[in-house]
């Protein structure tokens, strides 16, 4: 007869109080820790919204060096962005849908600007003789806004390489003018204005466009750090026989450190947003506020594993006091307890569960109770039994005991399936005398689970 046996125990009431335990949200904590987050967020939006209004106001001020033909017609363009800008950062739904729109007009806008330069450039043309002095001010006038674009744009990040390139036109029609061809110069010069202006046009909508994506991301990752924040501890609330009981759970513990690393790809996210490196494209803002959606399923699945770790823990204590209750009839007595790993972590709650028991004949059983971990992600609890008689040859002992346990097992309510031979006991008398050794138990540090390794 085997000297250590076990089963898997029934765990209805394990479901039962899965299903029955009611969360109790802390929410001046999760509004308290909302609020200091959101004010973060608000920060970098109000640095992003004056470091538009200075390029605002620096593009007015180029406005005002350009020759007097083009002044009030790009002024006028520039009051139309304006207008477009204000109601482009009006909201966030559908930002996708909104801003294909408000794009389809920045762009009808620049269209527009293009054919009142390309008039103007009739109007001049008719107007001025010398062709070096038609020629000057559009080279000019181009200048001002290469170089606005060059001191006060983002160009690198929103048009690379493509101020290079006006740049080099800029040159080319310097070099033209300077040689003598007026002609090609003033073709060149007209050219490359409309250019610069639709240039600069273009950067400011995908500047735009950024913050706009960036506040949402921000905002977002920064409501997901506060709800971390806010979830550190969590409470259940379980209707019993005896009344409602309060289980408060530690979700890091529980979680084995889940919730802590979570919160560090939170809190990397937000300092890369705030970083803002040149690399961070819109495609990577829009996956930055889908990840923040994913995050509030992973807490939640955080939450819902710490639940079960906790309720599981708590039956088995639940039932080696039922155990001992019933041994205890039969002559047993508890003479030591402990939870495995309690030394490393400072609790063990959340692993097996050790008791030492010993008759009135001298004869010793130390009863195990295990969490597993379930292929659907629940956790069960199975008991093991190993036998320690006074008498080692007798093998009558361990033929008793087995029968005892059955019926109170089934007594219990905790199974109805017989004791089977723990593997590699199947024909020991007594159980294994590492078992026995509580302090090595204590300070041994559990396997890592399935759901770990997730």
Not at 106 to 135: C, K, M, N, S, W
Not at 180 to 207: M, V
Not at 328 to 345: F, I, K, M, N, P
Not at 446 to 452: G, M, N
Request: proline letters at 3%.
């Amino acid at each position: 007869m085997s000297g250590e046996k076990e089963v898997r125990l029934r765990e209805s009431e394990y479901h039962r109080l899965m299903n029955a335990a009611r969360r109790v949200e802390n929410e001046p904590s999760r509004a308290a820790a909302l609020a200091a987050q959101l004010r973060q967020a608000q920060r970098r939006m109000e640095e992003q919204r004056a470091a538009a209004d200075q390029r605002q106001q620096a593009f007015a001020g180029a406005i005002g060096n350009l020759s007097q033909e083009l002044q009030a017609s790009t002024r006028d363009f520039h009051q139309q962005l304006q207008a477009q800008r204000t109601e482009y950062t009006r909201g966030l739904e559908q930002l996708d849908q909104r801003l294909a729109g408000q794009r389809q007009e920045y762009l009808g806008l620049i269209a527009e600007q293009a054919a009142q330069v390309e008039q103007q450039f009739a109007r001049i043309e008719q107007h001025r003789r010398d062709a070096r002095q038609a020629a000057a001010p559009w080279l000019a006038d181009a200048r001002v806004i290469l170089d606005y674009i060059d001191q006060h744009q983002r160009h690198t990040q929103f048009a690379p390489g493509q101020l290079d390139l006006l740049n080099g036109d800029w040159t080319l029609s310097r070099r033209n003018l300077d040689a003598g061809h007026e002609q090609a110069a003033i073709a060149t010069g007209q050219a490359l204005y409309a250019k610069a202006i639709k240039l600069q046009a273009e950067i400011e909508f995908r500047q735009l466009e950024w913050d706009t994506f960036f506040n949402e991301a921000i905002t977002g990752a920064r409501a997901q750090l506060a709800t971390l924040e806010a979830q550190r501890s969590a409470r259940w609330v379980i209707d019993t026989e005896q009344g409602s009981q309060e289980l408060e759970a530690e979700i890091d513990y529980w979680s084995d450190g889940a919730l802590s690393a979570l919160q560090t790809r939170v809190e990397q996210a937000i300092a890369t947003l705030e970083q803002q490196p040149p690399t961070l494209t819109l495609d990577d803002l829009k996956h930055q506020i889908a990840t923040n959606q994913e995050a509030l399923a992973d807490l939640e699945r955080i939450i819902t594993g710490a639940k079960e770790r906790l309720i599981a823990s708590q039956l088995r204590v639940t039932i080696a006091q039922d155990l001992l209750d019933d041994l205890g009839r039969s002559g047993w007595a508890l003479e030591d307890s402990v939870w495995e790993g309690e030394t490393a972590d400072g609790k063990g709650w959340k692993n097996s569960y050790h008791l030492r028991l010993k008759d009135l004949g001298g004869n010793e059983m130390i009863t195990v109770i295990i969490p597993e971990d379930r292929p659907q992600g629940q956790i069960e609890n199975r008991v093991q039994f190993a036998y320690y008689p006074k008498d080692n040859n007798d093998a009558r002992f361990a033929a008793a005991q087995t029968a005892r346990l059955n019926r109170t097992l089934v007594d219990l309510g905790l199974t109805r399936e017989p004791l089977a031979c723990v593997p590699g006991h199947e024909r020991t008398i007594r159980g294994d005398e590492q078992r026995r050794d509580f302090e090595r138990i204590r300070a041994t540090a559990p396997p890592v689970s399935s759901r770990d390794k997730r």
